[in-house]
């Protein structure tokens, strides 16, 4: 009996080892599985960063450096409330008194400003920019203190193709254009700020720069220009050159293209009055069946509209 017993005790035991030498079989191919899935270690060492040269970059958030006529403040990233990362100061003298130019630099703002330019004393202020929708597609804006603004724009702005405006302050607003579609490409309205001559006929404008005044930004428009460039695909005499709508002088000017080898060209010269007059009578007479424009009526009806949407 107690042979048995042993028998049965060592054959459980032997069962158990076979049990556990399966397990460990398993586990042998589970890890040699991972085993191949892991990354293989770097060829490179560890990366240190010593920390006296880590301070030395921007301690406790900025950092001053001066240089002959010059200084610059060095400022770690999204520490200013501004962007400001760095800020370059060019002076005349050497002694770092008279202030030639101020450069600054930005990062992770809004309006994708990366340069502001400032010249204390030409009133002058260069601000460059990323392109971004955000920004109007700005690229560069150009600004003297109560004189003139111009903007340059990116070329891929394709709602209206304008690439440049430039606005001389209480006096004149001119734009140019690329890639459109009517073939514009230059516009431009001459303006006067006092607006006590003013008639009902007169159109008027929103300026920016006179907001504040009594005339709460409101303006008289002068004239009005607009320039087209030649259509290979249509006869050049057929097809407009420039438009002038001289509302001071009450007069409005069309003149063609030139044809090739021609040094003359077609012009036509139109009293804003009756353009006027002309059209509120056939606006009149649209009720009646028997009525019909002729093609003054169109031409006049033609014009106004170009007038409206230079306005626009």
Known sequence: MIQKQEKKKNDGEGDDDHQEEEETDE???TKKEEDVLDMPPPWSPKLFVNKD????????GEKTVFYKKCKVDFYSECSQVDGLVRRVIIYKDFKRLIVDEIRSYYKNRKDNLVLRRRFPYQFKLVEH???SASSHYWKKIIQIDGRVRKIYFYHHRNKDGLIYREEQIGRKTFERYKGREDKLVYRSVTFNPDISDKKEKDLTLNDNHHVGNKNKGEAIILKMTQKFTLDPNHKAEEQIRRTEFNLAKGRVYIYKHYNSGRITTGSE??????LIGGDAKVGGDMNDKDAQESQKAQTNKRILEMERRCHE
């Not at 040269?53 to 406790?60: A, H, M, V």
């Open 269 to 274: 010269t139109y009293i804003r009055d009756e």
């Open 129 to 131: 920019y990323d392109s």
């Open 53 to 60: 040269k880590f301070l030395d970059l921007c301690p406790n």
């Open 27 to 29: 586990n042998d191919g």
